[in-house]
């Protein structure tokens, strides 16, 4: 299976119920805007799923997200 690397440019980010929410540009494709959602759980670690066009709130990203992991500084 193939993977294709995206590039995005963030454009703002807010914070909403314990959730940060981010609003972003795709740098591959012209005019194609996101927003994704993310959160931490008690042991710090951290969860990014897509909120789509719209901005979707109270996703579970914890639970449906994919998890971070920070492979060096």
Do not use: H, P
Request: aromatic share 12%.
């Amino acid at each position: 299976m193939k993977f294709s690397e995206r590039e995005y440019q963030s454009l703002g980010q807010w914070e909403e119920d314990g959730q940060l929410l981010a609003y972003v540009q795709r740098k591959d494709m012209a005019n194609r805007f996101e927003c994704f959602v993310g959160a931490t759980d008690d042991q710090g670690e951290v969860y990014l799923t897509e909120s789509g066009f719209n901005c979707e709130r109270n996703l579970r990203a914890q639970q449906y997200g994919m998890r971070l992991v920070k492979e060096s500084k």
